[in-house]
């Protein structure tokens, strides 16, 4: 009988109740006429029912609810106080181009100047101005940093415009961080201009904050201003891959309109 | 403020209570309570930055678990780098000294390794400690916390097939485990008949075969 073959894949997929009815019903009128195939599935039923046994962990500490709970708590108050502050919001200026991209970008904080960058937002702005050979150029450079660098592809354009031009990794990366480059060729206005991103590892809690928080659709990103006075637009995702953009050619608003049409603020 | 608030509530009311399957998972990902209670946190932490972005018609459970997934990994990841350059650096030093270090006695001598086997009285936890990190995961996320292979491919970002590979043979290799703790209590040898023979399991591909027998019939 031909199910025998496949009895690894169907006795594990009954057990875990993956099979479609149809497919239930064949295996089971075969169980009961091959002693072989039943005996593998009892003895796989038996394994199986003894991991779920021992997988089972010990209950939740009640000292873990309450730290969440206050986690969160100092997170609500963080979010209330930041919403206080917003009389200084206001609209960058082009709104048309803004409303054309789909982008809204608020400017949420207060600019501090006494606020120094960390030392990896001026590390980064040093390694920019290296002119450091490309390891991968075109087209394949998306697929070459999710095999050589990150899962997560760097950010791309939601419209044309925008080119990549290639990138590399950086020995030695960021303070100690692994990190990569990617350089694009930007022509949204008439005047082509190359902006480079920077992808960092392991961004900590409270780095690459320091400046003025900016609200691109529901995404808070931040225009950081590095100790040699270059301004560029920092932005950590949920795994902590911090993206910070360059583009010292263009002036610091049409930069944060710029990354408002990357993917990293579309949609999910 | 009002926003702030509503957040909150349908966050308590649809994340917050898989706090115990999510610790459960950060508990045998983890291997120690310690590390597991501040893997929950940072990923509920996170979870709740990016609430947003959930789809409020998905699967909060399977979200929340792979947003705990992920940051183990990434933690991991960097902790096990760190780890490599400097293991990389003692043999060297070892053996520029002349002296020659078995890898398994340095391994035996890190003060990680000997905190886990202080902190973890567990057979459970030191029997997935010899699993492979995708098949321990994988099992974890099925065996635990009941999700469907197709969860879990998204979770694990690989195919089906891949899923029930990992599975099979994580369940052999963690079951002939559990059976030799067992047997010898605190000390186990790994014996030929606790390699999972390397099945390939595909119900994608059985289902593509069995209709392709049936259409030339």
Redesign the interface.
């Known amino acids: 009988m031909?199910l025998c073959k496949?009895i690894?894949?169907?006795s594990?997929?009954y057990l875990?109740d993956?099979?479609a009815a149809e497919?239930r019903h064949e295996l089971e009128a075969h169980l009961t006429e091959c002693a072989t195939c039943r005996a593998q599935l009892e003895q796989?039923r038996a394994?199986?029912s003894?991991?779920?046994r021992?997988?089972?962990?010990?209950?939740?500490?009640d000292?873990?609810?309450a730290?969440?709970v206050r986690?969160?708590d100092q997170?609500?108050r963080a979010?209330?106080k930041a919403?206080r502050r917003r009389w200084s919001q206001y609209m960058l200026p082009g709104s048309a181009m803004i409303a054309a991209a789909a982008a809204i970008a608020l400017f949420v904080g207060v600019q501090s100047d006494t606020q120094r960058p960390s030392a990896s937002v001026n590390s980064a702005a040093k390694v920019t101005k290296q002119s450091l050979p490309l390891e991968v150029q075109g087209a394949s450079t998306v697929g070459w940093m999710k095999t050589n660098f990150a899962?997560v592809e760097p950010p791309q354009f939601t419209e044309p415009g925008a080119k990549i031009i290639g990138g590399r990794l950086l020995p030695g990366g960021i303070d100690g961080r692994d990190a990569a480059m990617v350089a694009y060729n930007v022509n949204l206005t008439g005047r082509p201009f190359v902006l480079t991103v920077l992808m960092v590892?392991?961004i900590k809690d409270g780095e690459w904050t320091e400046g003025q928080a900016v609200q691109v659709n529901?995404r808070v990103m931040h225009v950081l201003r590095a100790d040699d006075g270059n301004q560029m637009v920092s932005y950590v995702d949920?795994?902590?891959m911090g993206y910070l953009f360059l583009a010292p050619d263009v002036p610091i608003s049409d930069l944060v309109r710029l990354v408002g049409r990357t993917d990293l603020v579309g949609d999910? | 403020m009002l926003a702030v608030k509503q957040k909150r509530i349908e966050f308590e009311r649809q994340a917050l209570v898989h706090l115990d399957a999510m610790y459960g998972a950060a508990y045998r990902l983890t291997r120690n309570p310690r590390d597991a209670e501040d893997l929950v946190q940072d990923a509920l932490l996170r979870a709740y930055r990016f609430w947003d972005s959930f789809q409020q018609d998905s699967n909060c459970k399977a979200w929340l678990l792979r947003i705990v997934t992920n940051t183990f990994i990434n933690e991991y990841q960097r902790r096990k780098r760190s780890r490599e350059v400097l293991d990389a650096a003692t043999s060297e030093q070892s053996a520029t000294d002349g002296v020659l270090v078995h890898a398994e006695a340095n391994d035996k001598q890190s003060p990680e390794k000997a905190m886990l086997l202080s902190s973890v009285s567990d057979d459970v936890q030191r029997a997935l400690e010899q699993l492979p990190d995708d098949f321990r995961t994988a099992v974890i996320l099925c065996d635990m916390q009941g999700l469907s292979y197709k969860e879990i491919a998204e979770i694990m970002e690989c195919p089906v097939g891949t899923v029930m590979s990992r599975l099979f043979r994580g369940r052999k290799l963690l079951a002939a485990a559990l059976r030799e703790f067992a047997v010898a209590e605190g000390y186990v040898k790994k014996s030929n008949d606790t390699e999972a023979k390397a099945a390939t399991l595909d119900l994608e591909k059985y289902r593509a075969e069995k209709k392709a027998r049936e259409g030339s019939q």
């Not at chain 1, 021992?54 to 500490?61: D, I, M, N, Q, R």
């Open positions: 031909s496949s690894d894949t169907l594990m997929a875990d993956e099979l497919e796989e394994d199986l003894m991991v779920r021992a997988l089972a962990a010990p209950p939740t500490p000292l873990l609810r730290r969440v986690t969160l997170e609500d979010l209330q919403q899962p590892r392991d529901d949920a795994n902590r999910q």
